[in-house]
T-cell receptor, first 111, second 115 residues
Framework: QKEVEQNSGPLSVPEGAIASLNCTYSDRGSQSFFWYRQYSGKSPELIMFIYSNGDKEDGRFTAQLNKASQYVSLLIRDSQPSDSATYLCAVILEYGNKLVFGAGTILRVKS | EPEVTQTPSHQVTQMGQEVILRCVPISNHLYFYWYRQILGQKVEFLVSFYNNEISEKSEIFDDQFSVERPDGSNFTLKIRSTKLEDSAMYFC?????????????FGPGTRLTVL
């Protein structure tokens, strides 16, 4: 069973702080990694994707990938109360094109 | 900005009844997907569809499920005889192609409640 693991949280950070969300995956051959945000009762909304080792920045968001450690993370700088949501890590395995999701980390940004 | 749309937003049905969930993928996308999320659980893959054929399906996608692209715009998921455990949010997604780097965009979902 190919798994994606996330700490369920909740992760609580004050407004303006950096939120750090982590994800590990079991399929060493995984090629593509995605972070989605999901508000309660809503659908997953893409935040970022990353394919190569290292960092990728987009505005307040930075995704980090370490394939050797099978680890992907998302940093949110200057966290805002509107960032409060569940963050889903999703992976496309070595074969096929389905997304395998983690259970998500609940982020709460306190004003 | 183009988006995936789904109808209905909420469907209530009796156990044993058939339901059809509808999706309109983004117009230039070629790959279509159904996922579901039982309340409080992970988003789970059901099926992917390309060129009028199923390209991949999960073990959840058994004989009671079927998918169809009845015309040039709609993509449907049929559940033949609903069970209580089919109650979930069902999300349709689409991507431009099927390569593993293509982003899948999700529709707003249909909440299915089986009584």
């Amino acid at each position: 069973q190919k798994e994606v693991e996330q700490n369920s949280g909740p992760l609580s950070v004050p407004e303006g702080a950096i939120a750090s969300l982590n994800c590990t995956y079991s399929d060493r051959g995984s090629q593509s990694f995605f972070w989605y945000r999901q508000y309660s009762g809503k659908s997953p909304e893409l935040i970022m994707f990353i394919y190569s080792n290292g960092d990728k920045e987009d505005g307040r968001f930075t995704a980090q990938l370490n394939k050797a450690s099978q680890y992907v993370s998302l940093l949110i700088r200057d966290s805002q109360p509107s960032d409060s949501a569940t963050y889903l890590c999703a992976v496309i395995l070595e074969y096929g094109n389905k997304l395998v999701f983690g259970a998500g980390t609940i982020l709460r940004v306190k004003s | 900005e183009p988006e995936v749309t789904q109808t209905p937003s909420h469907q209530v049905t009796q156990m044993g009844q058939e339901v059809i969930l509808r999706c309109v993928p983004i117009s230039n996308h070629l790959y279509f997907y159904w996922y579901r999320q039982i309340l409080g659980q992970k988003v789970e893959f059901l099926v992917s569809f390309y060129n009028n054929e199923i390209s991949e399906k999960s073990e959840i996608f058994d004989d009671q499920f079927s998918v169809e692209r009845p015309d040039g715009s709609n993509f449907t998921l049929k559940i033949r005889s609903t069970k209580l455990e089919d109650s979930a949010m069902y999300f349709c997604a689409s991507s431009v192609g099927g390569i593993r780097t293509d982003t899948q965009y999700f529709g707003p979902g249909t909440r299915l409640t089986v009584l």
